[in-house]
Nanobody, 121 residues
């Protein structure tokens, strides 16, 4: 069984910063890539915010480039999202995703429960 637990969300003023964390635990053999997605209020889909491979290659949505930074600690199976210069349009539920192989050799995509980020004055 695999669990992803996010933390670090909250309410912040425009221009402020937050750091999200996501720790993966359980029957994990290896993690290929980890991502952050978000779902805006009233939205029907989760949009990719940023991703990072086990080798450290990163990619970002155009809307967050230069403001958000994704990083990971492979030894701790943890991924972080440093969010600076937050804007009201960044308000969303942020979800952690991991593409990994469990100890039975199964490759799968796993999700956390989500953490709310609200940017408002």
């Amino acid at each position: 069984q695999v669990q992803l637990v996010e933390s670090g969300g909250g309410l912040v003023q425009p221009g402020g910063s937050l750091r999200l964390s996501c720790a993966a635990s359980g029957s994990i053999l290896s993690i290929n890539a980890m991502h952050w997605y978000r779902q805006a209020p009233g939205g029907s889909q989760r949009d990719l915010v940023a991703g990072i491979t086990s080798a450290g290659t990163t990619n970002y949505a155009d809307s967050v480039k230069g403001r958000f930074t994704i990083s990971r600690d492979n030894a701790q199976n943890t991924v972080y999202l440093q969010m600076n210069g937050l804007k009201p349009e960044d308000t969303a539920v942020y979800y952690c995703n991991a593409v990994l192989k469990n100890d039975l050799g199964y490759h799968g995509s796993y999700w956390g429960q989500g953490t709310q980020v609200t940017v408002s004055s």
